[in-house]
């Protein structure tokens, strides 16, 4: 059985103020045993929310991490940092990073090396821009993706490993790709991954889908065979939804 997974992505939304009011609300909440709930606040709230949260049963990663152990790199956070405030996940290869931050497939592997020789799981992102749509050209686009920023790790690597396909025209859009457009593109990338490394590895990976995932669709698109859960921005910010989303399997 593959894990079933909802991961909040808070991106540079609330201070510690309100994560901790989140968190309070947060805790009340009875959660599903069936889920592995992560929240993903900014980094300056990792470690309050990773202490609060501790007898609770969340997950908390981070949304970034630079590639380096250590070093002049001023601004930057690695992994041994990200670690040492409770974060044993972290998402590598947003699409908002992709695109805002210039981050390339090639920079995207060495975050992936550093991850994992930390032993720290990874949410690693891959998704398709409208255009590409448009060209028909997102499964070659997905591919590479997987190809040059992810396809160079070991057989054992994949245990650390959750995918996370977030078509970009669907990202805070409100716009979501119909289930059946998630479903096919995650029965894609498993089939990619039975193809460079094993069926059994590709069974075993959790894939989630993200974009504009909200309480009222939620349950559609996780019921796809393919799918394994979500990562969700916008809804994530508020309690009550996020825990519709979790409770939507
Ligand atoms: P959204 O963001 O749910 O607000 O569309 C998803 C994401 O960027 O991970």
Redesign the pocket.
Known sequence: MRKKIVAG?WKMNNDLAETEMFLVELKKQVFPENVVLMLAPPFTNLNHAFKSLREHNVEIAAQNMHQSNDGAFTGEISAKMLKSVGAKTVIVG?SERRAIFNEDNAVLAEKVNTALENEMTIIFCIGEELEDRKKENHFKLVKTQLEEGLFHVSNDSWESIIIAY?PVW???TGETASPEQAQEMHKFIRKTIAENYSKAIAEKVSILY????KPDNAAEIFGQDDVDGG?????SLQVDSFMKIVNSF
Do not use: F
Not at 210 to 213: A, F, H, Q
Not at 231 to 235: D, E, Q
């Open positions: 992505n947003h977030e669907a990202i805070g993200g974009g504009s995932v990562l969700i921005g916008g809804a």
